[in-house]
């Protein structure tokens, strides 16, 4: 067996470690993936097919840059079952989350909490691709990336004409103090779910993947509290707006991201 490292430049975030993984899922050769979002790199285990691993990797146009390859006579970890459990329990806090600050940030008036609903049911999105990065198919995989990719774009592009309306019109000033009990209670539920991701005990990318989500969370939940609070001083409504609309950025992103891994081939 042989162990290939790579740097690549463009991976910063889990949809191009899941387009990578199903990209190079159609060649037997690979034994095992292993990355590390933080340097961009990559280690791949394989048999053989060095130059079809190469051609696959350029095809993506991340800048994959080749390292070093050299043979390997380890043994591979395998910890599927363990970190399975633990995703299908922050997807469970993440889509309670979702459920709960979606309904009170429509009672509220705030987009501010309303995108970080949304944000959260996009993660949950990532950790449902990750259960199936461990288990799934690639087939199954692209229709659930596309179903969701798709679901999440409508509500990113809805979300950024509720936010012109609103910002035109004369809405409501959102109320300061559910958005800062709600986004305290999203704070908790991703600093949990954090804390649950944290005690695996592989440095696999899907979990990698998804501790990079929640802290993402954790910093759009207190940009939410301080635009409260922002209302709550001034009693106007940009501050939840402009979180909101910031917001929002990330969840377009994320789901032209996964829509491409759907369809990519």
Known sequence: MERSFFHIKDMDCPSEEQIIRMKLAGIKAVKKLEFDLEKRNLTVYHDAEFALIKNYLDSLN???????TAAYDGKIEN?????????????????????????????????????????ELSDAFVYGLSIYAITGTVLIKKRVAKISGILQLLLAIWGFSEIINRFIGNEFIPNSVIMI??????????????????????????????????????????????AAMLVAVFQTKIPDLVVGFIVFIFVFRGSVKIIRLGFER
């Not at 991340?62 to 070093?68: L, M, Q, V, W």
């Open 62 to 68: 991340f800048g994959a840059k080749h390292i070093e």
């Open 79 to 119: 910890s599927e079952s363990n970190d399975k459990k633990l995703l299908w329990t922050v997807l469970i806090i993440n889509f309670s989350v979702f459920a709960v600050e979606i309904c009170f940030g429509i009672i509220a008036h705030s987009m501010g909490l309303v995108a970080d609903a949304l944000d």
């Open 181 to 226: 009990v709600l986004s305290c209670v999203a704070l908790a539920g991703n600093v949990t779910s954090l804390t649950i991701l944290n005690k695996s005990r592989t440095k696999e990318a899907h979990i990698r993947a998804s501790q990079i989500c929640t802290s993402n969370d954790i910093i759009a939940n207190i940009g939410v509290i301080v």
